[in-house]
C-alpha cells in the first residue's frame, strides 16, 4: 500500500504505559485534502494518525507509536473497552487506539476503493498490534463521544471487518437484518443512564439521538434477539421505528 505522509504537530510523542487495543473509525466531514491542511494547523488542536480518501488514497499524519488527537473526549460510552480511571472518569483513549478519517461526510456513502484502501489498512494495522479484527476493536467514533454520530450510518462496519478480514475479496454485500420476534407489550419506562436511541437493536448503527437519565420513554414491545450487550439482547422498540436497549432503563 502506498501511505502518503502529511505530519501534523498535533499528537503526544508515545502512548505513556499504553499501546493500541482497538482502531477508531471516523467521517471527515469534509475532503482529503481540507483534512490535510485542517491537521497540519496547530490551531485546530485534532489529528487522527491516517485518512482516507473516496478515491482509495492514504494519508499519514501521526505516526502509530504516537497518540494522535481523534478520540480524547469521552461521553457516555457504549465501547465495551474503554478504560476505566475511577470515579466514573476514564483514561483518555488517545494513548490506546489508532484513528481513521475518512473523506466525506455522514451522508456520503462509500466507495468501493474506500472500502479496499480502509480494509487494508485496517489489516496492516491488526497485524502490527496484534489486534483482533471483531466489533469490540474496530469501532465507530460515536461508541466513545456519543455526542456526535461520528462516521454516520452510511459505512457498514460489519462489511469493513469482513473485507480486512478476507484481503483480495470484493466488499461483500450488507448482511441481512435478522427476523426478529417481535413481542407487543406498551408500557413505560425510565431511563437509568444516558441513553442511544438507534435505528435498529444494535450498536453498529449511529445513534439517532441521546436522552437524558431519569426521562421517561414509551414503548411498544420489546424482542429478545437484538445485539447482546453486557449479556442482555433485550431491546425496545416505538411507536415510530426507533429502539433502545433494556440495560438503559427501568421499568415504570
Not at 456513502?109 to 471483531?134: E, F, G, H, V
Not at 469493513?160 to 484481503?167: E, V
Amino acid at each position: 500500500m502506498t501511505i502518503t505522509q502529511v505530519p501534523s504537530l498535533n499528537f503526544f510523542p508515545g502512548r505513556k504505559t499504553w499501546k493500541p487495543i482497538a482502531i477508531v473509525i471516523h467521517i471527515m466531514e469534509g475532503s482529503l485534502s481540507g483534512t490535510d491542511s485542517w491537521f497540519q494547523s496547530v490551531d485546530s488542536k485534532v489529528s487522527a494518525h491516517y485518512g482516507v480518501g473516496r478515491n482509495g488514497e492514504v494519508h499519514q499524519y501521526v505516526q502509530e507509536t504516537d497518540s494522535a488527537w481523534h478520540a480524547g473526549r469521552v461521553f457516555t460510552p457504549s465501547w465495551q473497552l474503554i478504560q476505566p480511571a475511577g470515579d466514573g472518569m476514564y483514561y483518555n483513549p488517545n494513548y490506546y487506539t489508532v484513528g481513521i478519517e475518512h473523506e466525506g461526510d455522514e451522508q456520503t456513502d462509500w466507495t468501493d476503493a474506500t472500502y479496499a484502501a480502509s480494509s487494508s489498512l485496517i489489516r496492516d494495522i491488526s497485524t502490527r498490534w496484534n489486534i483482533p479484527l471483531d466489533r469490540n476493536h474496530v469501532i465507530g467514533h460515536h461508541e466513545i463521544y456519543a455526542k456526535k454520530a461520528c462516521p454516520g450510518n452510511k459505512v457498514n462496519l460489519l462489511k469493513l471487518i469482513a473485507l480486512a478480514s478476507t484481503p483480495g475479496q470484493p466488499p461483500p454485500p450488507a448482511p441481512a437484518p435478522p427476523t426478529l420476534l417481535k413481542i407487543l407489550q406498551l408500557g413505560m419506562a425510565t431511563t437509568t443512564v444516558r441513553l442511544n436511541i438507534r435505528s435498529s437493536p444494535d450498536r453498529n448503527q449511529a445513534p439517532l439521538t441521546t436522552i437524558d437519565p431519569g426521562t421517561r420513554v414509551a414503548f411498544d414491545g420489546y424482542v429478545e434477539q437484538g445485539e447482546s450487550v453486557s449479556g442482555n439482547s433485550k431491546w425496545f422498540y416505538t411507536a415510530n421505528g426507533t429502539w433502545f436497549w433494556s440495560g438503559g432503563v427501568k421499568l415504570n
